[in-house]
């Protein structure tokens, strides 16, 4: 099979090409059509607890099917959140050189650190975090945030119990379910059992009404915040701080958007006084240097995390890293490098200042059609509310009259219900045909 159609596949549940029976009961499902031969492996219960698609995957498959339907349209996807404009060419000729080199008998490079190239941890210790005291041996590179999110679920394991903020990016939730870490999924509240959602609102500036949030042993928390894009003030992280350090509980804290930061906010959760007894940092290249295809990514693990029983955190953080990933693609971290040198990161300031600008076009189009539009200040995505409307209806009802795919906000969360989210990612021309679009979308 050509990597293109692996790439483009919709994965159909039990879509399984036929195979002879066995000798003992193949199961049936719906359709009543048996599957084929099944091997005697039982699922894995907690993959089975997961509900339907995983969010982009399903939105996938409706722009897909709408893209069917309507193929003169010209479809203006706002969903996914995946970036869209090249990588400055000072980032995409370190990788090229790296690759070449490595074609060299002086050049050719095998296995690099676990942990990451020394001086690529040394330039994200030095650009994102030098008046906040991380040292280079705390930042461990990866293949990405959503990657070290599913590690620092295995460094967990099962028996943690876990808070998000409601409405969250989806991988912190469904990773915990699959880790075990979870419950049943409850229909009648859109939630999962044993894990803590701190709605996050218009009602409460969009960030948790702490002295009402029961105690956790890990508390997820995003900022700028994907979907809502509210970046967190620097007094409600205090209070944050505070939260964990009294609960005893580690905030994973998620800054994959902090170089959208356009005011005051914190853009790291160690630029709080005491954060590095209580939190680990999980960030990206993507967003902020259009790595999403790329893929880097890294972890601070500071060295005062310790457990229970004073072990430190970041040792067993290591030995995951060790047993499960074996480091980043040298390649990758070439072109990492390049992306910290002073003129590779001012390049990439002038594509983030692109989609802001993007940004500020959506929000007027929603703003003109009297809509009230939280985001887009301070990150790539606008939380676009329509009180008393389902979220599921206001996408299809996007889709259907402006050929425009945004996300439903339920899909992060029952506490994203009457919104949706828009990306600002996109090719300007697009984006000022969406504004227009959108415009003509109630008259
Ligand atoms: C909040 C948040 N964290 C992590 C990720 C995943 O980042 P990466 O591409 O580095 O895996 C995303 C991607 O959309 C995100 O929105």
Known sequence: MQYSQLSTRICVPYAVSLQPKTTWNSPKFNNEKSVGHCTRVPRNVNMEKLQSGYLFPEICMREFEHSQKYPQAGLIRLGVGDTTEPIPDIITSAMAEHAH?????????????????????????????????????????????????????????????????????????DSSVIVGQSGMFQDENGKYENIVYMKCGRENNFFPDLSNTSRTDIIFFCSPNNPTGYAASRQQLKQLVEFAKANGSIIVYDSAYATYISDESPRSIFEIPGAKEVAIEVSSFSKFAGFTGVRLGWTVVPEELLYLNGFPVIKDYNRIVCT????????????????????????????????????????????????????????????????????????????????????PGRGFGPGGEEYIRVSAFGQRERILEASRRLKNLYK
């Open 101 to 173: 080199a490595l074609s060299t008998v002086q050049g050719y490079r095998g296995y690099g650190a676990e942990q990451g190239n020394m001086a690529l941890r040394k330039a994200i210790a030095e650009t994102f975090y030098r008046d906040v005291g991380v040292k280079a041996d705390e930042v461990f590179v990866s293949d990405g945030a959503q990657c070290d999110i599913s590690r620092l679920q295995m460094l967990m394991g099962p028996n943690v119990s876990v808070a998000v903020q409601d409405p969250s990016f989806p991988g912190y939730i």
């Open 324 to 407: 499960c990933f074996n480091g980043a693609s040298s390649v990758v971290q070439a072109g990492g490098l390049a992306c910290l040198s002073k003129d590779g990161y001012r390049a990439l300031i002038a594509v983030v200042d692109y989609y802001m600008g993007n940004a500020g076009i959506i929000a007027d189009a929603f703003t003109s059609l009297g809509r009230k539009v939280y985001g887009g200040k301070n990150a790539p995505y606008l939380w676009v509310h329509f009180p008393g409307m389902s979220s599921w209806d206001i996408f299809s009802e996007i889709l259907e009259k402006t050929h425009i795919v945004t996300v």
